[in-house]
């Protein structure tokens, strides 16, 4: 199947919108193919400046020129925006939606939209860069859909993300909640730890730009490292914890304040709140 073929509607083109359609095309999709809507003009345009696509201010023509609809916009809208769209006569039914909000489950959007084809994504921001990971769930109800519709749909959606990155088709749907906490919300986490690092290297004497480097470069080639590596991360970790030495200390303050436990609890808590969601 040629995937370049489809054409696809950002319904919502924020952050994570911006970041899967700006990877698909630097990975070669023709931006002519990719429509890109937003509540506001401003960041359509940047879209349309930065990657080429086509913008359109309206929802309900965005969403007739297209066969692949990516509902991104933010679950407390979703479900009103939805509801908009059905008042103002769209039919979902030759569509495939791909929705990436998360919480909401698949039978919030049918109770809406009616039992269509649908696949429920949660990926993360470095699609942008093309080293996105994006969890997957096939929701289209199989005793309405052929299995064949049902494996075209899922090639589509794999060609779309595998273009961005890295894709797990996921067995179950409330398990988009848990790869949403480990990895739709894992750049936040870096990206903090990589922020009180910086701030520890300025109070330490650094300036700002020197900080900011060495931090993104011990960042950039600890992934770089552990993925060209058949060493488990714990492995790669001890490699650098000489005995005695001044890294062991530093390991063994986090260990006392409890990371493992740091860890678990934020995680915990992000899968409780995608739950809480679901029920908005
Ligand atoms: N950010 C992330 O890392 C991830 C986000 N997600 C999911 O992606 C979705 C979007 O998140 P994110 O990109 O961060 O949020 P953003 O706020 O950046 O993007 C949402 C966009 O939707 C637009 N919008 C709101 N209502 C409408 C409407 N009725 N019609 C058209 N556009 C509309 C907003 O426009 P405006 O700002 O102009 O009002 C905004 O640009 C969420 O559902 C979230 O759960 C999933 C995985 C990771
Ligand atoms: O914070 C959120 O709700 C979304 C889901 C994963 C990343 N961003």
Redesign the pocket.
């Known amino acids: 199947m040629n995937n370049k073929q489809h054409t696809y509607a950002f ?7 911006g970041a899967i359609l700006g990877g698909m095309v630097n990975s070669g999709i023709n931006p002519d193919n990719i429509i890109a ?4 003009k401003e ?1 359509q345009q940047a879209l349309h400046q930065k990657f080429g696509i086509k913008t359109d201010l309206d ?1 309900k023509s965005a969403i007739e020129q297209a066969d692949v609809i990516i509902l ?4 407390q ?2 479900l009103a ?1 939805l509801t908009d769209l059905v008042e103002q006569g769209i039919d979902f039914s030759q569509k495939l939606i791909i929705t ?4 909401l489950t698949i039978n919030r959007y049918t109770g809406i939209i009616g039992n269509v084809r649908f696949i429920r994504c ?4 470095p699609s942008l860069v093309g080293l996105g990971v994006s969890g997957l769930f096939c929701g289209t109800d199989a005793s309405k859909y052929s299995a064949e519709v049902i494996e075209q749909d899922k090639e589509i959606t794999s060609v779309m993300f595998d273009a961005v990155g890295k894709t797990v088709w996921l067995k179950q749907e409330s398990q988009i909640d848990d790869i ?1 906490a480990v990895s ?2 894992g ?1 936040a986490y870096f990206f903090l730890f990589m922020q009180r690092m910086t701030e520890k290297a300025v109070e330490l004497g650094f300036d700002q730009e020197t900080a900011d480097k060495i931090v993104l470069q011990t960042a950039l080639g600890s992934a770089q490292m552990a993925a060209q590596s058949d060493d488990s991360f714990e492995q790669l970790r001890v490699n650098v914890t000489s005995p005695g030495g001044s890294t062991a200390e530093a390991v063994k303050v986090f260990n006392e304040k409890e990371l493992d436990s740091i860890v678990s609890s934020a995680l915990d808590a992000a899968v409780l709140r995608a739950k809480e969601m679901s029920k908005l």
Do not use: E, L, Q, Y
């Open positions: 319904i919502g083109a924020g952050n994570m919108s809507t937003n509540r506001t960041k929802n991104g916009v933010k679950p809208m979703m925006m990436v909000a998360a919480g949660m990926p993360n921001t949403a739709g919300s750049p």
